[in-house]
């Protein structure tokens, strides 16, 4: 990297479901954060990190920020909140439209509090006439102070580059966190965890994923190193839901399974033998241990 490089932290914000994750994996040219049109996708904080010679910018891919219902919601609100103190930079995703929802508005008076310089990313511009961007600008740019206002199309690749020069722009001088060959924080495990509950939130019913969590059981990689073997539970709150994620003999969890198995071997460049469970936990979200056993550690509380 060359001399005076820069190197700083930018944390990815919005409601749920604006396109955070798919920004934050087309930014580093890597799939990391799981994607679905369903909200609650993204639960912890994931990190990311993208590297070139202007320097390198760690992501941070937050929870959507909204209404909490139970105690898994108000873990991902307290991760999302954290988060915007301990950054260099924000980006607020939103989708184009000239009417600013309670959603939104929420989200600027938090905003407001805090000294972090904020981008405004109006993503899916892909969608929208290129006029009604300007109509767009023109309703969010007195809601806030923002230091610069990027429409992108995270899905099509539009402006993105526009926008990465904006990130390099607001990050201090500095040496690199990670090395250059770093990609994310998350353990393998969590991330093959991550991708089974991807693949659930898209072949489901809409109420069933949420009361999903997924836990990596073993992984292992056998001595001969060409096939990794990966045993994985589904947890649902409700016996109802366990028939429908089995699936009429099987069927949907095998699919699943199937799909599971696919992008863990894109992930981790070896052959995959995948075994999935699905087990019970009733209301598992509204308990502290559990949330625990199952990854949402809340570290700072």
Request: charged share 30%.
């Amino acid at each position: 990297m060359k001399e005076g490089a820069k190197s700083g932290f930018a944390a990815l914000v919005g409601r749920p479901n604006v396109g955070k994750s798919t920004l934050m994996n087309l930014l580093i040219g890597q799939k990391i954060a799981i994607t679905s049109s369903k909200p609650q996708t993204t639960r912890n904080r994931i990190q990311t990190v993208y590297t070139e010679e202007r320097g390198q910018v760690i992501f941070l891919d937050t929870p959507g920020i909204h209404k909490a219902k139970n105690k898994l919601g108000e873990y991902m609100v307290n991760v999302a909140e954290r988060t915007l103190n301990e950054v260099d930079l924000i980006l607020w995703l939103v989708e184009p439209g000239n009417f600013i929802g309670a959603g939104e508005k929420q989200i600027a008076e938090k905003l407001s509090k805090i000294s972090t310089p904020v981008v405004l990313v109006i993503n899916k511009v892909d969608t929208i006439k290129k006029e009604d961007i300007l109509k767009s600008i023109d309703a969010y740019k007195d809601i806030l102070k923002f230091a610069d206002i990027v429409p992108v199309s995270a899905l099509k690749k539009i402006n993105t580059d526009r926008l990465t020069d904006v990130i390099f722009s607001h990050m201090p001088e500095g040496p690199m966190y990670f090395d250059e060959d770093t990609v994310t924080d998350q353990p393998e495990r969590q991330i093959v965890a991550e991708l089974v509950r991807e693949k659930a939130l898209r072949l489901l019913d809409d109420e069933i994923p949420h009361g999903i969590a997924v836990v990596v059981e073993r992984m292992k990689e056998r001595p001969d190193g060409k096939i990794v073997d990966i045993e994985a539970t589904i947890v649902c709150e409700r016996e109802s839901h366990k028939g429908i994620i089995i699936g009429k003999k099987g069927a949907m969890l095998k699919e699943i399974g199937t799909k599971s198995r696919l992008s863990m071997e894109n992930l981790l460049d070896i052959k995959v033998n995948l075994k999935l469970w699905v087990k019970t936990r009733k209301d598992w979200r509204d308990s502290d241990t559990m949330l625990k056993n199952f990854g949402y550690r809340d570290h700072e509380q």
